[in-house]
């Protein structure tokens, strides 16, 4: 699974993406987060406040309950401020 | 309908003149121009990151949304990526419609949706720097053409 | 403010240039331009006969009270009288504010309040051609902005 | 008092502007218009339908029933289709 993110989750990341592979168990938005919460403490500090990240399936957006199954890329981001 | 994303900077008199000249089928014609405002001077420049392919897209998805919409004969959106400097426009977003109630309620969707939905950060450069924080009036702005009809 | 009516084309790129150039603190600009359309090839050219005096002054009134009602930055209005061609320019609004919502409710306000309150009249030049009637819906996008609060 | 004619109100007088001495009961918008619409055929025809007549005074726009004391110019036009 590809990986991309942008902004400060970028930032606390130190990556602005990487390839990874997920245990079965990582199957939606919301346990992909959960479990990069866990790595280590840039990513904990990347995804403390859950609630705020947005993701994005293969460039279209997605809510946290989206499952990832046949997902090639997932983009994980602060909300956006464009415009 | 043209949607560019660039780091050059936009030049609105060559992109206004481009769109509205010779369209003997409109009568209206909106330009929004979203500038990088100086701050009183406290900002010395703005970083725009985008998701590349995805903002485009979104883009695109969102002005597909306005013409199911509205019956506008055309729409160009320019946003801006890079370092941009106080003054210089970040997104201009032009809507040709025969009447100017359509060109004005389809401006004003495609904004309040590039704010929420289109995959772009802002960052300040200067001493206070940091990354933009997300306006909840800007989700308040795009929910509410939810519970409207056109 | 500038308040313009000419007989003259209106050049939309030199005056937005002109308008929106080197303004550090605007976040936003809107530019309207109503224009000539060519119903299809129907219409030959518009006349548009005003009333001298009263037109530049009822536009400067409108936009008091627009200004009065919403915090905007500036804002310039150009309005063509005399035979006016099919893609040419009949008006061009535009206003500058710091967000945009100020920007997209007070360009308008003063197209509403324009079309049924300055003093100027179109007529068709063409086989149909004749006075261009004024429309109800005009009345009511003016009466709107009475009931609604800023 | 200075009276000047717009658009079609101008075309069927065949005058975009005169000089009038109005009898002292003429003192309102209404009472203009409905005495002007006596003088000819020419008159009679641009006020046939007075509710649709338009008025500003001294060139601020004013409703039928406007007084005329003190007015220069009184302007009767067809609603406004500018913009």
């Given amino acids: 699974m590809k990986l991309v993110y942008f902004a400060w989750v970028r930032e606390r990341i130190g990556l602005a993406e990487e390839d990874i592979d997920l245990p079965d168990s990582v199957d939606t938005v919301s346990a992909l987060i959960g479990w990069l919460a866990t790595r280590d403490e840039a990513y904990a500090h990347a995804f403390e406040r859950p609630e705020v990240i947005r993701a994005a399936l293969d460039k279209h957006h997605a809510p946290h309950d989206a499952s990832l199954a046949g997902v090639t890329e997932v983009a994980l981001f602060p909300p956006m401020t464009g415009g | 309908m043209d949607v560019r994303i660039q780091s050059a900077p936009i030049d609105i008199a060559a992109e206004t003149a481009r ?3 010779g369209r003997g089928d409109a009568g209206a014609v909106i330009a929004f121009t979203g500038l990088c405002r100086d701050e009183g001077g406290r900002l010395a420049a703005l970083h725009i990151e985008h998701y590349p392919g995805m903002a485009e897209a979104e ?4 002005a597909g949304e306005a013409r199911a919409r509205w019956a506008i004969l055309d729409l160009a959106v320019v946003h801006r990526h890079g370092r941009v400097l106080p003054g210089e426009v970040i997104v201009h977003v032009m809507v040709a419609a025969a009447h100017r109630t359509e060109a004005f309620e389809t401006a004003g969707y ?11 950060w802002k960052k300040e450069e200067g001493p206070d720097g940091g990354w933009v924080e997300a306006k909840a009036a800007d989700d308040v ?7 409207s009809t056109p």
């Avoid at chain 2, 883009?59 to 969102?62: A, K, V």
């Avoid at chain 2, 495609?110 to 772009?120: C, G, I, R, V």
Wanted: without cysteine; charged residues 35%.
């Fill in chain 2, 19 to 21: 769109f509205a000249e």
């Fill in chain 2, 59 to 62: 883009i695109e998805r969102i």
């Fill in chain 2, 110 to 120: 495609l904004m309040d949706h590039l704010k929420t939905n289109a995959p772009f």
């Fill in chain 2, 141 to 147: 702005a795009a929910r509410r053409w939810r519970d």
